[in-house]
């Protein structure tokens, strides 16, 4: 768990201080819920971030804990440091869409061939209740060959989640390599 602390304001010269602290400025919310305003220290969350075993995690701001996933970021476009985060509440027994990771195992017979392995999709839109949010896509992809893609339609499918993409979209494919 990471903890964080409230933000009395939102206004742009609190932010400028926050960030020249080395924090990290945040918004936590959640459907029917009130924002919440926080701030992270920049280098534990980071840490904390690239260390988690699952997509759902536990922060504390404040006196309260709550379960949240990381909806959304934005970097600086010129030095790529990580600027803001949002932060989704899990509510659990209610459906949602998520982005999960796709995560390749095994490797491709079409490497031997000269070929290299294109990730089409770097994240799966899912529709799911957070109760059975997968960690990841995994996808074997020992038997492909140069030419070969896996589409989402041959995505092994998971008990209780949907995905959202077109069936026609590609996931994972060997392309002959130039």
Same mark, same amino acid.
């Given at each position: ?50 260390? =988690?075993?699952? @997509? %759902?995690? #536990?922060? $504390? ?6 379960? &949240?996933? !990381? ?49 089409? =999709?770097?994240? @799966? %839109?899912? #529709?799911? $209740? ?6 990841? &896509?995994? !996808? ?39």
């Amino acid at each position: 768990m990471i903890e964080g602390k409230l933000r009395e304001s939102i206004d742009k010269h609190e932010v400028k201080g926050l960030r020249r602290d080395g924090y990290l400025i945040a918004n936590i919310y959640a459907k029917g819920a009130e924002n919440i305003h926080c701030a992270f220290k920049k280098n534990e969350f980071m840490k904390f971030v690239k260390n =988690k075993p699952s @997509l %759902k995690f #536990k922060v $504390k701001v404040g006196a309260n804990t709550h379960e &949240v996933i !990381i909806q959304d970021y934005q970097k600086d476009p010129v030095t790529s440091d990580l600027l803001h985060v949002d932060l989704r509440i899990l509510n659990y027994g209610e459906a949602s869409i998520f982005l999960v990771p796709v995560k390749t195992t095994g490797t491709p017979v079409g490497l031997k061939n000269k070929g290299v392995l294109i990730t089409s =999709k770097r994240r @799966l %839109k899912v #529709k799911c $209740k957070p109760e059975n949010l997968p960690d990841a &896509v995994t !996808i074997d992809v020992s038997a492909l060959d140069v030419g070969d893609t896996i589409l989402v339609r041959q995505v092994e499918p998971m008990e209780g989640v949907l995905i959202k993409h077109p069936g026609s979209d590609a996931v994972v494919g060997v392309m002959k390599s130039k």
